[in-house]
């Protein structure tokens, strides 16, 4: 991307999922994933902030993203207590322009932590506009592992021969050794003669047998 290019804000961020649960009873919903996606021919940065960042730690909260590639951004609740429960904080990702800083684009995603019981009322944050810094996770190394949006994906193929075209292949086969209409059989195990057409047509098919079982390798 050219700098100078002025996107007051407004290029679209693709991030999944928007919305994100934690369940207080259940303690492998503590972890969760946001995906952030660049679809873009440049590459972009993207930072995390969020109304209530005491709650929560984020790994990899600054980064960039490469082009056409995509990143995971692992989320913690560190605050989970029926005290918390119902209370919908906001995360914002902002992407920026790798080169100049300039915020390009942003986009929210919210965050409950729901109790067993479904809530009577769903309370926001005191000030959800007030979007504060997140620290890097200090857990450990973060994870910064980036892989493509499009992975190049085709038809699951057997390493085992397709049985079918190989009967058919032994059939065409034994049919082009049967003598044809007119010769004298060398075998006496060889009691019927094949035309010369139906010859043609065993090593018609037996070529397009060939083909499907060379194929896969």
Do not use: W
């Amino acid at each position: 991307m050219q700098s100078g290019i002025q996107f007051d804000g407004k290029l679209p961020v693709f991030i999944f999922p928007t919305t994100i649960s934690f369940y207080l009873e259940d303690k492998t919903s503590h972890k969760q994933v946001l995906t952030l996606y660049n679809p873009y021919d440049f590459v972009i940065s993207f930072r995390v902030l969020c109304t209530a960042p005491r709650k929560y730690t984020v790994v990899d909260s600054e980064g960039t993203v490469k082009s056409q590639c995509c990143i995971d951004i692992v989320i913690r609740h560190n605050a989970v207590s029926p005290g918390n429960c119902d209370v919908t904080d906001k995360f914002r990702i902002q992407v920026r322009d790798h080169s100049t800083k300039q915020v390009i684009g942003k986009r929210d995603v919210t965050a409950t932590l729901c109790s067993d019981r479904p809530p009577e009322r769903e309370r926001a944050t005191p000030d959800p506009d007030s979007f504060q810094s997140m620290p890097n996770s200090l857990l450990g190394k973060p994870n910064s592992q980036q892989y493509p949006i499009i992975q190049k994906t085709g038809p699951s193929r057997a390493n085992n021969p397709n049985f079918t075209a190989v009967i058919i292949g032994v059939l065409c086969m034994v049919a082009l050794f049967c003598p044809t209409e007119g010769e004298s059989s060398v075998s006496n195990f060889i009691a019927f003669h094949l035309s010369v057409n139906i010859k043609l047509i065993a090593s018609y098919v037996l070529g397009l047998v060939t083909m499907v079982v060379l194929k896969p390798y």
